[in-house]
């Protein structure tokens, strides 16, 4: 069975509850559940983790390396500041999906440079929670080529 980890990274257990009016109301728990009804659909098992420090991340990136077919990741502020988190995903040497709930490119310009985009093979950014669906369906079609 094809093993997708999905990573999320600080704050994102706040989801539903901090700055709603840029990042929905769908919480973490619910955004898990869909995630996990469609990647059933799918046929793909999930690891699905939240947390707030960046080695704890980096752990299970380099897990994946040899258990995850595929890494969804939000690494959320992350993204612009961890180079670790990029040469992790480097040596991971599998496919990433880079997702993010609002349109960084909207926001302040700290947050348009992204250190994961350098190891992603797709971003989906600005769509909510339906940006995590959308990556399953990108993984779905990638991973059968």
Do not use: C, W
């Not at 659909?41 to 040899?66: C, K, P, V, W, Y």
């Not at 961890?82 to 496919?95: G, N, R, Y």
């Amino acid at each position: 069975m094809t093993r997708i980890f999905v990573l999320n990274g600080p704050n994102l257990n706040l989801l539903g509850h901090r700055k709603p009016e840029i990042y929905g109301s769908t919480t973490l728990a619910d955004i898990e559940k869909q995630v996990r009804n469609r990647a059933a659909e799918h046929g793909f098992d999930i690891e699905f983790m939240q947390s707030n420090h960046e080695g704890a991340l980096i752990d299970e990136i380099q897990r994946a390396r040899t258990e995850a077919d595929a890494i969804i990741i939000n690494p959320a502020a992350f993204t612009h500041t961890s180079v670790a988190i990029h040469d992790a995903l480097e040596a991971a040497e599998k496919p990433v999906v880079e997702v993010h709930l609002s349109n960084v490119h909207r926001r302040e310009e700290f947050r348009h440079r992204s250190f994961v985009s350098l190891q992603a093979t797709a971003v989906i950014a600005g769509a909510g929670a339906f940006g995590y669906t959308m990556a399953l369906d990108f993984l779905a079609q990638h991973l059968t080529r």
